[in-house]
C-alpha cells in the first residue's frame, strides 16, 4: 500500500514513532478514525484513516512533537496545506483540513492516493514516448493550476510525482512544503476560527538533481520557469531512463545544471529513439536562461501536444481530449462541494488546450 507522500528529513524519534502508534484505533475530531501508519519521517507521520461521514479512506499527516519547536518546519507544513487546499486540480493532491489535536499537534487531512512515485516507474528503464508524454503532460497541468494562483513548487522530482493506480493512467503532484507562496493572499483558518499567515515562504531549500541555474542566485528569484525546468530534467529522464547530467556530488551536479548542455538521447542511452518534436520540447524546456523556456505550462501542454500529434502507434490516443474531460469530470463529480468554480476553471483549461492541439495539428 503506498500513501500520499514521502516525507524528507531524517529519521523520527523513538517519542515521535511511540506517539504515531498511540494514535491508530483513535478519532480525531469526530471525524476521522485512525486506521494504520503508513509512513514516518523525521518531521511528521502519515496515517490511513476513515472518514466517518462518508466511509471513504483519507490521508492523515500529523507533526512529531519535537519538529512542532522548529519555526521552520511549521512553515513546511503551512505551505503544503494552502497549497493543497487552493488549488483544485485532478493531478494535484487535495488537502480538505488542518487541524489541531488536543495536545495542540497540528495535523493535516489529505486525499488518500493509492499507486507508485514516478521515481520507483522511472528506476524501471526508459519508458516509451507516447507514456513519458502523456505524463509529462498531466504535471504541465498540475504546474498551470498552481501557478495560476502565483504557487511556485521549487521541489518539482519524481519522488514527489505519484502514478496512481486505475484503468487510466492519472498522475498526481504531491508535496508542496517547499512552495514559494503569495503569502499575501493566503492563510488558513482552523475550526476554532483563528487564521494563521504564512511567513517567510523564500528559503534556499530544493533538489539539486531537479534545481533551475537561476536558483543559484536564491531561491526567492525563481519564478514558474524554474517549475518547467524541472519537467524538463524529469520528462528527459522519463525517456532516457537517466539524468540528463552526470555528475553525483551536490555542487558539481548544480554546476553541471548551470552550464552543461544536456547530451542528446541517443547518445545518453544507445538504443533510445526519441522523435525530434518531442525532444526538441525537452531541450527547450531545460534551456539555461529562463527566457529561453516556455513563459508558461500552458505552452508546454501545447508543445506535447503537438509533439505527440507527429507520433505514430496506436497508443497515441491515450491522452486526446476525452479522457482528459473524462478525468476532469470525474474529478469534478467527487469533489463537487468543494470546487465548482475552480472545476469549471480545470474544464476551460482543457477545452482550451484542446482547440490550441486541433490549431497547432492544421
Known amino acids: 500500500m503506498s500513501g500520499p507522500m514521502f516525507i524528507a528529513g531524517g529519521q523520527a524519534s523513538d517519542a515521535a514513532r511511540e506517539r504515531a502508534l498511540a494514535l491508530v484505533g483513535r478519532t480525531l475530531v469526530h471525524r476521522y478514525r485512525i486506521e494504520e501508519l503508513v509512513a514516518m519521517g523525521g518531521i511528521a507521520a502519515v496515517f490511513r484513516a476513515k472518514k466517518l461521514a462518508t466511509g471513504e479512506d483519507v490521508a492523515v499527516k500529523v507533526?512529531?512533537?519535537?519538529?512542532?519547536?522548529?519555526?521552520?518546519?511549521?512553515?513546511?507544513f503551512e505551505r503544503e496545506a494552502i497549497a493543497g487546499r487552493h488549488i483544485f486540480h485532478p493531478n494535484v493532491a487535495a488537502v480538505y483540513e488542518?487541524?489541531?489535536?488536543?495536545?495542540?499537534?497540528?495535523?493535516m487531512v489529505m486525499e488518500f492516493i493509492r499507486g507508485i512515485t514516478l521515481r520507483k516507474l522511472i528506476d524501471k528503464g526508459p519508458i516509451p514516448p507516447v507514456?513519458?508524454?502523456?505524463?509529462?503532460?498531466?504535471?504541465?497541468?498540475?504546474l498551470n493550476a498552481a501557478h495560476d494562483f502565483g504557487i511556485v513548487h521549487r521541489d518539482v522530482k519524481p519522488l514527489n510525482i505519484m502514478v496512481l493506480d486505475g484503468p487510466e493512467e492519472r498522475v498526481q503532484l504531491i508535496d508542496f512544503g517547499l512552495a514559494k507562496v503569495p503569502v499575501e493572499q493566503f492563510s488558513f483558518t482552523t475550526d476554532d476560527g483563528s487564521r494563521r499567515s504564512l511567513t517567510n515562504a523564500g528559503v534556499l531549500l530544493g533538489t539539486v538533481a531537479y534545481m533551475a541555474p537561476e536558483a543559484?542566485?536564491?531561491?526567492?528569484?525563481?519564478?514558474?520557469?524554474?517549475?518547467?525546468?524541472?519537467?524538463?530534467?524529469?520528462?528527459?529522464?522519463?525517456?532516457?531512463?537517466?539524468?540528463?547530467f552526470t555528475a553525483v556530488e551536490p555542487s558539481a551536479l548544480f554546476a553541471q545544471h548551470r552550464s552543461a548542455v544536456p547530451a542528446p538521447i541517443a547518445e545518453r542511452t544507445p538504443g533510445v529513439v526519441v522523435p525530434p518534436a518531442l525532444e526538441s520540447v525537452v531541450m527547450r524546456l531545460l534551456a539555461k536562461d529562463p527566457d529561453d523556456r516556455f513563459p508558461h505550462a500552458?505552452?508546454?501542454?501545447?508543445?506535447?501536444?503537438?509533439?505527440?500529434q507527429k507520433m505514430s502507434g496506436p497508443d497515441r490516443l491515450s491522452i486526446a481530449a476525452p479522457s482528459s474531460l473524462k478525468a476532469a469530470a470525474s474529478f469534478l463529480e467527487r469533489r463537487t462541494s468543494r470546487a465548482v468554480l475552480a472545476g469549471a476553471g480545470i474544464l476551460f483549461f482543457t477545452l482550451g488546450s484542446v482547440i490550441a492541439w486541433l490549431l497547432v495539428s492544421r
Open 298 to 308: 500552458r505552452a508546454v501542454v501545447v508543445a506535447l501536444d503537438a509533439a505527440l
Open 216 to 244: 543559484a542566485l536564491g531561491m526567492r528569484s525563481v519564478d514558474r520557469r524554474a517549475d518547467l525546468y524541472a519537467l524538463g530534467v524529469i520528462l528527459y529522464e522519463m525517456l532516457a531512463g537517466k539524468h540528463p
Open 63 to 76: 507533526l512529531h512533537p519535537d519538529a512542532e519547536e522548529l519555526p521552520e518546519l511549521i512553515e513546511r
Open 98 to 107: 488542518i487541524n489541531q489535536l488536543d495536545d495542540g499537534a497540528w495535523f
Open 131 to 142: 507514456r513519458a508524454t502523456n505524463i509529462a503532460r498531466q504535471i504541465a497541468t498540475a
